[in-house]
């Protein structure tokens, strides 16, 4: 077991290595952030002068390096667009996306679960197909068109909620949530539907397809004949085995709602982590990239490697190739 | 009819708040103010914030006059053409109370002469700045320098107890990541004072009561909320929907949507910007072409006929839908310098262009690869693709690469284009300032944008001279005899000067600035 645990820990860390050189090696591609910084009156020597504090006249790897021998001590470099610690900015940053990211994945998997229960339930019912054949517009439409038409219904022609930002926040000591504020709550919404929605979409078809596949089972017939109220069968039965496989799914997901808030947060002006890094790229700000990048593989990798341990607790066969 | 007494219910209720919340400025662009810190960043976002809470010597007003601020009168010594002699506005207050004067102008432009400045460069002439009395300020340059105060323009001034009390005598070590009070706090003596601010996220400003020029200026704006909000739909949809009531960074494509939406206008000028092509006539051969040994682009016939090709009619009604204004030199109209007659050098004619190439020895065209920006200018790679089917109508064949400004603009500083598109503004008014960048044989400290290879020391002594020529006739006779060089010459192929669009609610008397520079003290309340 413990071989097994530890292998898998050297193979996500070299998953991170490999991670980080692709990103320094793509860097050289994204452009030279020494004109950004400087602007059009600068004189060359300027430009070389930056060029060698930076360290960017220096190979990729010899870069790389230098950013790995940081990270470790945690250190992070400052950032080249707001001349602020990459780590500074990240925390002030987190809670936004944090923040965003659970309404999202709570509206998805509570919406999600009992829309996917009802549409297996009342499969042939007339709601149950509409909400199947609207939910298509959630797994196929991209997420800045969804945005932009709930912005265009909701902001622009019934004035109802904010079209951007955060509202009001309250700073409960170096974590700002807008969960305690009215226009907090509000600027919430939008965002949170544009981010779930395909998870939501995505947890609804699988607990449906799950959930009718177990309804098939003798168990259930057998539930059935002993005469158990349609309540209790589905609910406490059905669903409960149903959940193995969603549960799975969700673990997974959650990392990808945070990584895929980048085009929800840029759509909606939300001041959270994915917004800093559409900003980096624009001005080629290689310490907020980097260490985006390596964040976000970071919370991938650590998300695969629990999901890994605890196959191995819950399957016996991994257990025993392990010894 | 049931519908039409609802919405006009609607409308009236909508203007009635907007009469309520009117004196908040609520104002969106994409970007944000890098640091408060003064003299830090030399960049227009940054500068737009700080001009609401400090103040230079003179600021510049909307028709690109001077205008005074800090100073009432300035002008060079009688006795001594190397000196400039400023004259201070007394009575002003900084926002923390401390009186203004002559000290703090001094520790001021000090300051800005720091290495970690990003304003050292447009005041490198200065040598000393010495007060003569608590009202007096000389400025001694290195040479005499007759368009001195076209650089003062955004070099702002602080107070020097306030910067030595919180430990900010220094500029901010912007590249080493130093955060200094200055960085967030500001202390100016503008009509404005800061409330709060989270970076990218929102700057909230107040009026500031005990102004010096609260009975000069209109001040309608008592409350400034400034967010920026990078998507180009979501700031639209945030004017549209009310939650903004000022927008900069207008995307053209929505300019009749705002228009045709009750209580919203667009308000249009043209801007401090002129884009044009570049063509490397220097090297001995070109890499991005198909002819081996020579350089089509080193012979003036070709570079005459590429410019001829370009119809900047079409250009301006298709592409950029009417809002842009065709040029034929690459200097905005306002520059000392520009001439009417030049800018119209610029008729389409493709037989004659033709026959040009024909003479030049390439009537059967040849091939060359054009670099463009797709993320720097209005419309700037739909530009360059109308370009290409232009060119191509007198044979030659261009290959277009478009890519973002943070790729683009390295290729024609390290001379790795051979044709490329270029946008330039002028942020003294001045023609020298086009020379030294774009015309002067590119050096280490000047010519630095010039990707032309054009070198020519007569035409570079002429330019050089006119730093220090105070017979400003004799200077504006040079001026011109170079702009003449360089049309003669086509050292550049100029296409037009962009249009700036503000939209804004209806009732803000707002107008347009050429610098994309809006100083709220000018805006007033229909």
Same mark, same amino acid.
């Given at each position: 077991?413990l071989?097994?645990i530890?292998r ?27 004109d ?8 060359l ?13 220096r ?19 400052v ?12 925390l ?19 919406l ?13 019912g ?29 902001s ?18 170096g ?24 998870q ?24 059935r ?25 969700i ?29 980096a ?31 191995a ?5 991994l ?5 | ?8 219910a ?32 030399n ?18 007003? *909307? ?27 007394e009575? *002003? ?29 447009? %005041?490198?002439?200065?040598t ?11 400025? *001694? ?15 702002? %001034? ?10 900010? *005598? ?38 500031? @009561? ?16 400034y ?13 549209l929907?009310? @939650? ?6 207008m ?6 949507r ?26 001995a051969?070109? +890499? ?41 030199m ?11 007659e030049m800018?119209? +050098? ?34 700037? @790679?739909?530009?360059c ?21 943070a ?24 023609? +020298? ?23 020519n ?70």
């Amino acid at each position: 077991m413990l071989t097994f645990i530890l292998r898998r820990i050297g193979q996500s860390a070299l998953v991170l290595l490999i991670v980080g050189l692709v990103a320094f090696a793509m860097f050289r591609f994204v452009g030279d952030p020494v004109d950004n910084m400087l602007g059009q009156e600068r004189t060359l020597e300027d430009v070389e002068r930056l060029k060698e504090q930076l360290g960017l006249d220096r190979p990729f790897p010899v870069q790389y390096f230098k950013f790995l021998e940081e990270a470790v001590q945690g250190n992070f470099g400052v950032s080249y667009r707001q001349g602020r610690e990459v780590s500074e900015i990240l925390l002030e940053r987190a809670p936004a996306t944090l923040e965003l990211a659970a309404v999202s994945a709570i509206f998805a998997i509570l919406l999600g679960i009992a829309l996917g229960v009802y549409t297996a339930i009342r499969r042939d019912g007339f709601i149950a197909n509409f909400i199947m054949s609207t939910s298509l517009i959630g797994v196929s439409l991209p997420t800045f068109l969804i945005g932009i038409l709930l912005i265009y219904l909701f902001s622009v022609e019934l004035n109802w909620l904010p079209s951007f930002g955060r509202g009001d926040v309250v700073d409960l000591g170096g974590w700002t949530t807008g969960l305690l504020t009215a226009s907090g709550l509000k600027s919430l919404v939008l965002p949170s539907i544009t981010l779930g929605l395909y998870q939501m979409t995505l947890i609804m078809r699988l607990v449906r397809s799950e959930m009718l596949e177990v309804l098939r089972q003798d168990y259930i017939r057998f539930a059935r004949a002993r005469g158990l109220s349609d309540r209790v069968i589905h609910f406490r039965h059905a669903l409960k085995n149903t959940m193995v496989p969603v549960v799975t799914i969700i673990g997974l997901q959650l990392g990808a709602i945070i990584a895929f808030a980048i085009i929800t947060e840029t759509v909606f002006q939300w001041p959270g982590m994915g917004l800093l890094f559409i900003n980096a790229i624009q001005f080629v700000d290689i310490p907020v990239m980097a260490a985006y990048l390596m964040l976000i593989s970071v919370m991938f990798v650590g998300i695969n490697l629990l999901v890994d341990i605890l196959y191995a607790f819950i399957d016996p066969r991994l257990r025993v190739a392990g010894k | 009819m049931k519908k039409a007494t609802t919405l006009l219910a609607a409308a009236a209720l909508l203007s009635s708040t907007a009469l309520v919340h009117a004196e908040t400025l609520r104002w969106a662009r994409s970007g944000d103010a890098l640091t408060l810190d003064p003299h830090a960043q030399n960049e227009g976002p940054t500068h737009t914030v700080r001009h609401q809470m400090y103040e230079p010597l003179i600021i510049r007003d *909307v028709t690109g006059a001077f205008e005074a601020a800090l100073a009432t009168e300035w002008a060079p010594k009688a006795d001594d053409p190397n000196v400039w002699v400023f004259k201070l506005r007394e009575g *002003v207050k900084f926002h923390g109370g401390e009186d203004f004067t002559a000290e703090d102008v001094v520790f001021s432009f000090e300051r800005a002469k720091q290495p970690n400045s990003d304003m050292k460069e447009l %005041i490198n002439s200065i040598t000393e700045v010495r007060a003569v009395d608590d009202f007096t300020v000389e400025i *001694v340059t290195d040479g005499p320098n007759p368009i001195l105060p076209n650089n003062l323009t955004n070099l702002f %001034i602080m107070d020097k107890g306030w910067s030595e009390a919180n430990n900010t *005598v220094n500029v901010q070590d912007f590249e080493g990541g130093e955060i200094t009070y200055a960085t967030t706090n500001a202390n100016g003596t503008g009509a404005y004072v800061l409330q709060s601010r989270e970076p990218d996220v929102k700057t909230v400003m107040t009026r500031n @009561e005990d102004y010096w020029g609260r009975d000069q200026f209109p001040l309608a704006i008592s409350e400034i909320v400034y967010t920026p909000i990078q998507n180009n739909a979501t700031r639209v949809a945030a004017l549209l929907s009310g @939650e903004v009531n000022f927008l900069q960074d207008m995307p053209v494509q929505d300019i009749t949507r705002v228009n045709g939406t009750g209580g919203k206008m667009v308000k249009q000028a043209a801007q401090n910007r002129v884009i044009f092509f570049g063509m490397n006539q220097g090297a001995a051969d070109l +890499e991005g072409d198909n002819i081996d040994g020579a350089n089509p682009l080193a012979d003036v016939r070709v570079r005459k006929a590429m410019a001829m090709a370009i119809n900047r009619d079409a250009i301006q009604q298709v592409v950029m839908r009417g809002q842009s204004q065709p040029a034929g030199m690459i200097s905005p109209p306002f520059v000392n310098g520009w001439t009417a007659e030049m800018d119209g +050098e610029s008729g389409t004619d493709i037989d004659g262009a033709k026959a040009l190439m024909a003479e030049a020895g390439y009537g059967d065209g040849f091939s060359i690869r054009l670099d463009c920006p797709n993320d720097r200018y209005i419309n700037d @790679e739909p530009i360059c693709q109308a370009a290409v089917g232009m060119l191509g109508q007198i044979g030659i064949t261009v290959n277009l690469e478009a890519i973002p400004k943070a790729q683009h603009f390295p290729k024609i500083t390290d001379g790795k284009t051979d044709f490329y598109m270029l946008g330039w503004g002028v942020p003294t008014y001045d023609s +020298e300032y086009i020379f030294n960048f774009l015309v002067h044989g590119r050096e280490s400290d000047i010519g630095t944008w010039n990707g032309t290879g054009f070198d020519n020391d007569d035409l570079d002594a002429k330019i050089k001279s006119l730093a220090s020529n105070t017979d400003l006739d004799a200077r504006n006779a040079d001026i011109a005899a170079i702009w003449r060089v360089v049309q003669d010459e086509q050292l550049y192929i100029p296409i037009h000067h962009q249009v700036l669009n503000w939209a804004m609610e209806e009732g803000l008397g707002i107008d347009v600035d050429p610098n994309d520079q809006p100083k709220v003290k000018h805006f007033s309340m229909n």
